[in-house]
């Protein structure tokens, strides 16, 4: 889906795996290469141990919006 923000606005993205194992790794792409860990963009990534068998894992991405963002895409795998 679309989301429109102004700049200078922080915007939050979640991600959600539910029933993996191994446990998921969620990586972040804008408009295709990957936003590494250490960039000016957050990322935080919790997951648990479900049914004693199975793990749900949730990644949250957020940044500060600019003008440089027009038309991005922001996507998770």
Known sequence: SSVSVKSGTRVVFSCR?????????ITW?????PI???SEEEQ???S????????????YMSFIATSSDHLKEIRCD
């Open 48 to 59: 648990q141990f479900i049914n004693n068998k199975e793990y749900e894992t949730t990644s």
């Open 17 to 25: 795996s539910p029933n993996s194992n191994p446990q998921t790794f």
């Open 36 to 38: 590494l860990v250490n």
């Open 44 to 46: 935080n990534l919790t």
């Open 29 to 33: 792409f804008k408009d295709g290469y």
